[in-house]
C-alpha cells in the first residue's frame, strides 16, 4: 500500500479544483515571486527560537520518525524541533532547501505517549506527502485581496478532508488505530493524564448527538462557525478513524475503499453550511434540485405517502406539497437541474443535496426499493459515489 492510497478522496477532488484555480494560481505566483528576490530563513527562525532535536538527545521520537518516514516514503531529510507551549500543537513547515522540518510544543512532547506521539508524528509528515503545502490557505484568506465567498469556503473544505488524509496516514504510522484515536480524544480533551478512562466510541458517538436533531428538522444544521473551520470537530475524526481502520486500506476484507469514501463524504457533510435558507446561486440551485429529487424519489413508487409529505414540507415549508404541481413535468425536469448542479455545484454541497434525499426516502418504516432505484439513478447523474446513498439509509438502522 502506498501512501497515496491512504489520501481522502474528498481532499485529491478539491485540491485538483483549487490548484488550477485562477485566484489561488495568482496567489502561488506572488509567493514564488516574492521568495525569489527576499527568500526567508525558517530554519534560522526554528534555531533561534526552538531546541533542534537531534537523534543523541531523543532516539525514541527519532525512531518513530524513522517509521514514519519509511512508511510514507519521505525523501527529504527532516530535522525535528521543539518549543516551549502549554497548548498540545504540531505542524510541518514547507520545505526550505529540500530540508523539511517538524515542529512539536513541549506540552504535546511531554503528554503524548508511544503510539499516540507515532499517530502526530505521521499526521504531520503526511501534509508534506500529499503536497498540503502547495495550496498557501492562510495567505490567500488572509490576502490583501480576499478570495469570493465560494472559494473561501471551498478552501475551508479542502482544509478539512485535507485532515482526514493526514488522519489516515497518521494511523497506517501508528499501526493502532485506537491510539490514533487517543491522540485526538487528548488533543480535545487536553487531559495530560490518564485519569478519564478514554473511551473512544463514547467519545465517537458525540457525531450522533450533533446529527440527531437534523433528522428531526433538516434546517438544524451546522453553524456559520464550522464552514470556516479547517479542522473537522474531533469527533468527527475519531468516527472517521474509526472507519478507515474497518476498511481494506488497514485490515484484509474490510468495508471497500467506495464504502469508506461514502462514511466520509456523509461525516463532512455536517460541516457544510445548509443551503436551505442561504441567498445564493448555489444553495438556490441546491434547492431547486432537492425540490425536483424529493418529488422524484417521494412518488417512485407512484404513491406518495403521508410521512413522505412531512418529510417533504420539513424541507420547504407547510402545504409546500400541493396537488397543483405538475409532479410529472417536474420528474422531467430532474436531469436538467442534475446537469446544472454538476456544472455549478461543488461534490461535497451535491452529497449534502443527495443525504437530504435520503431522508425523504427513509420517511417510511423502511426505504422503497423503487425509491433506492431513483437515489442510485441521481447518486450517479450527480457524479457523486452510489455508496453514499447505501450508507446513509443504513444509519437508520445501524447509527454506528
Not at 525558517?42 to 534555531?47: D, G, I, K
Not at 531523543?58 to 502549554?86: G, K, Q, T
Not at 505517549?113 to 484568506?141: N, S, T, Y
Not at 461514502?262 to 457533510?269: R, V
Amino acid at each position: 500500500m502506498t501512501a497515496n492510497t491512504l489520501r481522502c478522496e474528498g481532499d485529491r477532488n478539491l485540491a485538483a479544483q483549487l490548484i488550477e484555480d485562477p485566484h489561488v494560481k495568482r496567489v502561488v505566483r506572488r509567493l514564488e515571486a516574492h521568495e525569489a528576490e527576499s527568500p526567508t530563513n525558517v530554519r534560522r527562525q526554528l534555531l533561534a527560537t526552538s531546541l533542534r532535536l537531534t537523534r543523541g538527545m531523543a532516539p525514541n521520537v527519532y525512531a518513530m520518525v524513522d517509521h514514519c518516514i519509511e512508511r510514507l516514503a519521505v525523501d527529504d531529510p527532516l530535522e525535528l524541533f521543539v518549543y516551549p507551549s502549554p497548548v498540545f500543537n504540531a505542524a510541518a513547515v514547507k520545505p526550505e532547501a529540500g530540508r523539511l522540518f517538524v515542529m512539536l510544543s513541549s506540552s504535546l512532547l511531554e503528554a503524548f505517549r508511544g503510539k499516540e506521539l507515532q499517530f502526530v508524528l505521521g499526521h504531520e509528515l503526511a501534509h508534506h506527502v500529499f503536497g498540503h503545502h502547495d495550496i498557501p490557505i492562510g495567505v490567500i484568506l488572509k490576502g490583501n485581496t480576499r478570495p469570493s465567498p465560494e472559494l473561501a469556503l471551498k478552501l475551508f473544505s479542502w482544509s478539512r478532508y485535507a485532515e482526514i488524509s493526514a488522519d489516515r496516514a497518521g494511523a497506517a504510522c501508528a499501526d493502532d488505530p485506537d491510539a490514533a484515536a487517543g491522540a485526538l480524544f487528548r488533543l480535545a480533551s487536553g487531559l495530560r493524564t490518564d485519569v478519564v478512562r478514554v473511551s473512544i466510541d463514547e467519545f465517537a458517538a458525540q457525531v450522533d448527538d450533533m446529527s440527531g436533531d437534523e433528522h428531526d428538522d433538516p434546517r438544524a444544521r451546522s453553524t456559520h462557525t464550522d464552514w470556516f473551520t479547517t479542522h473537522p470537530f474531533s469527533p468527527l475524526r475519531v468516527k472517521a478513524l474509526k472507519r478507515f481502520a474497518d476498511s481494506e486500506l488497514n485490515q484484509e476484507g474490510g468495508d471497500s475503499v467506495d464504502m469508506l469514501e461514502a462514511h466520509t463524504e456523509t461525516l463532512m457533510a455536517l460541516m457544510e453550511p445548509s443551503y436551505l435558507d442561504a441567498k445564493t446561486d448555489t444553495a438556490e440551485r441546491m434547492r431547486r434540485l432537492l425540490f425536483a429529487g424529493a418529488i422524484a424519489v417521494a412518488d417512485a413508487d407512484e404513491k406518495i405517502t403521508e410521512e413522505e409529505v412531512a418529510v417533504f414540507e420539513k424541507f420547504f415549508g407547510k402545504r409546500s406539497l400541493s396537488d397543483k404541481l405538475d409532479f410529472e413535468q417536474i420528474k422531467d425536469d430532474l436531469d436538467d437541474r442534475i446537469a446544472d448542479a454538476v456544472e455549478h455545484i461543488p461534490p461535497p454541497k451535491r452529497v449534502q443535496v443527495l443525504r437530504d434525499l435520503c431522508v425523504v426516502a427513509r420517511a417510511g418504516d423502511a426505504p422503497d426499493p423503487a425509491a433506492n432505484r431513483v437515489l442510485t439513478e441521481i447518486a450517479t447523474k450527480l457524479q457523486v459515489n452510489v455508496a453514499v446513498v447505501d450508507q446513509t439509509l443504513a444509519c437508520a438502522l445501524d447509527p454506528d
